[in-house]
C-alpha cells in the first residue's frame, strides 16, 4: 500500500498534521512536569493547527471529520493514529481537528470541521455541555454526529462509544481490596482516592464507582480524596502535602495516567516508594494505562490497572459511520439499547498499522462484548460501552495494550 497516510494538509494554521502528530508523541517520553507525557493533559493550550486533515488513499467516497481532544498527548494520539489507519483502510477521507487540550479551542475545531464539506462528524469532548451546541449545529445541516469517550449532551449524537467510567472505577476500587487482602491478609486498611476533575462527567462517574467499589467493605476507609486537574505536576504537589500530613495509608486509587504517575512521584519525594513485596509498598490500582504505567506495572509499583481499549474507539466508530452513509443514514444499522455485539460482528486490520507499530495491534478484539444501552444523561443516543481491560504483571506487554506500542510510532 502507498504511504497516501502519511500524506496531510492544513485548512487553517501552520505546518503538518506529520509534525502536530510527532509533538505529541515526543511529549509523552519526556519527564518534566511542564511537557504533557504518556496519556496526560495539560492546562495550557498549544500552538498546533485548527483542522488537519488525513487523504485516506482510498476512493473518497466519504469524508469525515475527527475532533480529537488534543494531539500533545499520547493517549488522544492513539485514538488519532489508530482511526487514520483504520480510515486509510476502508477508503475514506479523514480529517482530524487538532482540540489542543482545551474545551473552548475543541468546540472551535468541531464547527470548522462542520463548514469544510464533511459527510459526518466525530466528537471527543472534554466539556460535554459545551460541544452541545457543534452537535445540534451538525444535526441542522444533515451531518450525523459521533462521540467517543467522552459523550456531547446532545440528543442529536447517532452515537456514543466509550467503556463504562463508572465501571472502571467500580473495578479499581475492588482491585485495591483484593491487594489490602493479597498483603493484610484481609480486606482492611486506608485507601486514598485520587480524583480528576469533578466537571467532567466522566470525572464524576468514575468517582461514584469507586465510593460503590469500596463503601461494600467495612474495614476499608477512605482517609481521603484528592481532586487534581489532570496533570502529572498537580497530582504529585497535591499528594506530596497529603502524605506530609498523614503518611499512614496502605495505597491509593487513581482516576487517570496522570494521578497515577503523579502519586509515584510523590511517594519517591517522601521516600515512600517502594516495588510489591517488599515493606512499605504502597499499593496503587488506578484506571487506564500508558507506557509509563506498563513499566511501573513491570517494576512493582503499580499492582493493577484498568485500561481502555482507545485504539478500539476510533475503528468501531468509523465502521458504524460508512455503514449508516452506505444505507442512506438508516438509524437501523446501528447497535440499539439492548444489544449484545460479539467479537465476531467486528474484526479490524490495517497494513499501515502493521507497519508503524511492528504489531497486530488489533489481533485481540480487547474491545468484546459490547454492551449496547441508553447514554446516561443523554437523552435517545445509544452507548456502544466497550469491555475494559484488566492490567497487571501478567499482561502488561500485550500487543493489545497501546501503551506497548505508542512511544514507536513516529
Given amino acids: 500500500m502507498e504511504d497516501s497516510h502519511k500524506r496531510r494538509t492544513f485548512l487553517k494554521g501552520v505546518g503538518t498534521a506529520g509534525t502536530i502528530v510527532a509533538a505529541g508523541l515526543a511529549g509523552c517520553s519526556g519527564d518534566s512536569d511542564s511537557t504533557p507525557t504518556d496519556g496526560e493533559q495539560s492546562s495550557d493550550g498549544g500552538s498546533g493547527s485548527t483542522v488537519g486533515s488525513t487523504d485516506s488513499g482510498g476512493d473518497g467516497d466519504y469524508t469525515i471529520g475527527f475532533q480529537i481532544g488534543g494531539l500533545q498527548n499520547s493517549w488522544f494520539t492513539a485514538l488519532a493514529r489508530a482511526s487514520e489507519w483504520y480510515a486509510d483502510e476502508i477508503g475514506v477521507e479523514l480529517n482530524i481537528g487538532d482540540g489542543e487540550l482545551d474545551p473552548t479551542r475543541q468546540v472551535t475545531v468541531a464547527r470548522n470541521l462542520i463548514n469544510s464539506d464533511i459527510d459526518a462528524l466525530v466528537v471527543n469532548p472534554f466539556d460535554s455541555e459545551a460541544m452541545a451546541g457543534p452537535v445540534e449545529d451538525a444535526a441542522e445541516q444533515g451531518i450525523p454526529t459521533f462521540s467517543v469517550d467522552s459523550v456531547a449532551a446532545s440528543s442529536d449524537l447517532n452515537l456514543y462509544t466509550a467503556f463504562g467510567n463508572y465501571e472502571a472505577g467500580q473495578r479499581a476500587a475492588e482491585n485495591a481490596v483484593a491487594q489490602l487482602e493479597e498483603q493484610n491478609g484481609a480486606p482492611e486498611g486506608r485507601l486514598v482516592e485520587v480524583m480528576i476533575q469533578q466537571s467532567a462527567k466522566l470525572g464524576v462517574a468514575r468517582h461514584e464507582g469507586t465510593v460503590a467499589g469500596l463503601e461494600q467493605y467495612d474495614d476499608v476507609e477512605i482517609a481521603g480524596e484528592i481532586i487534581t486537574n489532570n496533570t502529572r505536576q498537580d497530582t504529585t504537589t497535591?499528594?506530596?502535602?497529603?502524605?506530609?500530613?498523614?503518611?499512614?495509608?496502605?495505597?491509593?486509587?487513581?482516576?487517570?495516567?496522570?494521578?497515577?504517575?503523579?502519586?509515584?512521584n510523590a511517594l519517591d519525594r517522601q521516600d515512600m516508594k517502594a516495588p510489591k513485596g517488599q515493606d512499605g509498598h504502597k499499593i496503587i490500582s488506578q484506571i487506564d494505562a500508558g507506557s509509563t504505567t506498563l513499566t511501573a506495572i513491570d517494576d512493582g509499583f503499580v499492582d493493577v490497572a484498568i485500561d481502555q481499549p482507545v485504539h478500539f474507539y476510533g475503528p468501531i466508530t468509523l465502521h458504524y459511520i460508512k455503514e449508516y452513509l452506505d444505507a442512506g443514514k438508516d438509524d437501523s444499522v446501528l447497535p440499539s439499547p439492548g444489544d449484545t455485539v460479539e467479537s465476531d460482528a467486528m474484526s479490524f486490520e490495517s497494513s499501515a498499522a502493521q507497519e508503524a507499530t511492528g504489531k497486530n495491534i488489533w489481533a485481540e478484539n480487547a474491545w468484546a462484548p459490547g454492551e449496547v444501552q441508553e447514554t446516561e444523561d443523554v437523552d435517545d443516543v445509544p452507548w456502544f460501552r466497550t469491555n475494559s481491560i484488566r492490567v497487571t504483571e501478567d499482561n502488561y506487554d500485550a500487543d493489545y495494550l497501546w501503551g506497548n506500542w505508542i512511544t514507536d510510532v513516529a
Avoid: E, R
Fill in 238 to 264: 497535591k499528594v506530596t502535602n497529603f502524605l506530609q500530613s498523614d503518611s499512614d495509608i496502605d495505597g491509593f486509587v487513581c482516576h487517570a495516567i496522570t494521578t497515577g504517575n503523579g502519586t509515584l
